[in-house]
């Protein structure tokens, strides 16, 4: 099963995904063009690339499901997921909604899973990971509903051992390892 994370920026995406990694899930790393963030590794939290290797990636059609975000690319490698796409695994990968609509489209073994967050919880995260206040407020002036992309829907208001509880329920239900 391909599990599909997605929420806004400080909803605790990749904090969900490094759990549900501890509990045995393939991580899939996506590709950005954004810089990394202090703490960041390339490779184990995304894959860093440049705007000129992006775009040589995507006219060969590696890539499933890209998006433009605060002006930084984001992309799956599709090649990536054709791998975890059997009866021997389960993956956990983030996407944003154009990740949900194109891999939702090309596979048939995916849950998207929605870390719904408030506004007020969003900032403070964003705060405490140092992002810069002009950054803060343009994602936040951004924000949309995503409830319609969400086969579940979890309160990542919630403390993150609650989340990941929540989560861990569902994949019970849905996984392929048993």
């Known amino acids: 099963m391909i599990y599909l994370i997605f929420g806004h920026s400080g909803s605790g995406k990749s904090t969900l995904r490094e759990a549900l990694t501890k509990k045995g899930l393939n991580k899939i790393i996506t590709y950005t063009t954004r810089t990394p963030r202090p703490g960041e590794i390339n490779g184990v939290d995304y894959n860093f690339i440049d705007k000129s290797q992006f775009k040589k990636m995507e006219e060969k059609n590696l890539f499933i499901g890209s998006t433009c975000y605060a002006g930084n690319f984001y992309s799956t490698l599709k090649e990536d997921l054709e791998k975890n796409n059997n009866d021997l695994n389960d993956c956990v990968i983030v996407v944003d909604k154009e990740g949900i609509i194109a891999i939702k489209k090309e596979f048939k073994n995916v849950i998207s899973i929605y870390l719904k967050c408030s506004k007020e919880i969003l900032k403070k995260r964003m705060i405490k990971r ?49």
């Open 130 to 178: 140092c992002e810069d206040e002009s950054v803060i407020e343009k994602r936040l002036s951004v924000l949309e509903n995503l409830d319609e992309y969400a086969d579940y829907i979890i309160d990542s208001d919630e403390d993150m051992d609650i989340v990941l509880s929540d989560v861990l329920k569902i994949i019970k239900i849905h996984s392929v390892v048993k």
